[in-house]
């Protein structure tokens, strides 16, 4: 037993602790939230967009937000990450980890458009038609009526796709990033150790995804409870 425990000190210092490689790790998480956070506003905004179009009469509008939804939807986030920065984003001066979280962006919209479309659908055709009896307009209706209580309903299945885009980030070292998942490649490269760098990432990742599940599930639970007033 004594000699398992020199043996576990021995590795972990060598791979987090000798020449300061925990600072990867740091720098990594930095680097994964950074992206995370940003993915997810242009994915809603995005995905906001995509879902009006979806949801439009307009026949062109449809057209383009199906051709979108399918298309990203259809191919890998890998290959749609590497097409943005090698090929769109090629001549282009902006920091690796923005041209990231705008491929994981779009990537993330056309599934958040499906959760907001699917929302504003689960709401009664009736409360529409109340918001129109009252003398508001299909802007004001939608905006002021429809929108806020879909938000309470797709706010789980949002939650869910804010964990998972945080969990594709893993991704990001095909484009030169260092994030916690290449800081652990990097470290694992260093020492030729496999287990204790790869078990730190992967405590990492759960410890992230386990405090952002706490926090979201307090706001739906305030969500819930000012909807029981």
């Not at 602790?17 to 740091?26: A, F, H, P, S």
């Not at 929302?119 to 508001?136: F, V």
């Not at 030169?176 to 204790?196: C, R, V, Y």
Request: hydrophobic share 50%; proline share 2%; glycine share 8%.
């Amino acid at each position: 037993m004594t000699e398992w425990i020199q043996n576990f000190g021995s590795t972990f210092y060598k791979c987090f602790i000798k020449e300061d490689r925990y600072k990867l790790l740091l720098s990594g998480i930095g680097v994964t939230i950074k992206v995370s956070l940003l993915a997810v506003v242009i994915g809603i905004i995005i995905g906001m967009i995509i879902a009006i179009c979806n949801l439009s009469k307009h026949k062109l509008l449809k057209i383009i937000g199906g051709i979108y939804t399918d298309v990203i939807r259809g191919t890998p986030s890998v290959t749609q990450l590497m097409i943005i920065y090698f090929v769109i984003f090629a001549s282009v001066h902006l920091d690796k980890w923005i041209i990231a979280a705008i491929a994981f962006g779009i990537n993330s919209g056309a599934y958040v458009s499906e959760i907001i479309r699917a929302g504003i659908m689960s709401i009664d055709k009736g409360q529409t038609e109340a918001g129109r009896s009252l003398g508001l307009n299909a802007y004001q209706t939608m905006s002021r009526i429809v929108i806020p209580q879909a938000i309470k309903n797709i706010f789980p299945a949002l939650c869910n796709e804010f964990i998972v885009l945080i969990k594709e980030t893993a991704i990001v070292g095909y484009v030169g990033l260092m994030d916690i998942q290449k800081a652990g490649d990097f470290i694992k490269s260093a020492t030729f150790i496999a287990f204790m760098p790869l078990i730190g990432t992967a405590v990492i990742y759960y410890v992230l995804i386990k405090i952002l599940t706490l926090i979201l599930n307090r706001i739906e639970a305030a969500l819930r409870k000012a909807d029981a007033r």
